[in-house]
């Protein structure tokens, strides 16, 4: 199939502003490390605030899918995103960031006075990310921000679980995935959080039964999905020969499935352990520019291995490194 695009991908777009800090920061502002928490605009005002404050914030265009695209981009891949934003500064500078990155944006501001998202993404010396999220005007996103000329255009549709939280968009989803298949494309969901896929099981089991080709989930949250009490046992429930089931285990790799092979995919090793945000967007970035490469799934997964060993190295969700000539040279 000739296409303009290997990989297009729907999802929130959000500012990430991500800042190193000690564990009492946690403790002052009554944070659970590692959790990602929903705020609202009082909230976030006041932790933009404190993390800018520290001096050593940065601020980067991204949101999963984002992070995932830009990393496809990265790779040489042609690669898009379709998001909403407000119409403030914000909004303009995710555009003018994600357009830096490689990528090409589509966005149908929010007509209804919602700032753009934005997260702060805490950073604890020990390696581990602390989210607080306000996703502003990304959840207004519904079937009429579609872009169908853009995802006909597309190998692959990527779809982000996080946005997948209320109706309209449930709907624009659905839209997407049709609109995608109609045009002889691939359509991959990540599952992105399990408390996204607890809230709405029933709907992202029908996504995946009904709409997907490939799924992207770590063990966690396709046990939350099945119900299931083992990996073995989730993956035999879903498993089919038409669908590609790509499941992350942390430091243990991966299992990818594509539905009469399973395939164990060794996780490659850090030097040093900096910032765990983006691991599994970069795995997806790695395995969808793999196969667009020529790559079996084996060895797609273990690209996968590679830009998520990369991404964890450093601060932020975005490689720094070519991921595709690191590969080369770990072989």
Known sequence: ??????????GNAIMDVIAPVKDSFLSD????????ALIDQDRALVLDGALRATGKAQTIAGGSAANTMVGIAAMGLRAAYVGKTGRDDTGQALADGFEAAGLDFATRPSGSGSASARSMILVTPDGERTMNTFLGASVEFEKADVQDAMIRAADVLYLEGYLFDAEPAKAA?????EVAHAAGGKVAVTLSDPFCVERHRASFRQLVDHQCDIVFANIDELLTLTQADSLDAAMDEIERKDLVLCVTRGSKGSVISDGTRRYHVPAVWAETLVDTTGAGDQYAAGVLAGRALGLDWADAGYLGSVAAAEVIGHYGARPE???HEMALGLT
């Open 1 to 10: 199939m000739s296409s303009r695009y290997h990989v297009v991908g729907i």
């Open 29 to 36: 502002y009554d944070m659970s490390k590692g959790t990602m």
């Open 173 to 177: 989803f659905v839209h997407a995935a």
């Open 321 to 323: 490194m070519p991921v």
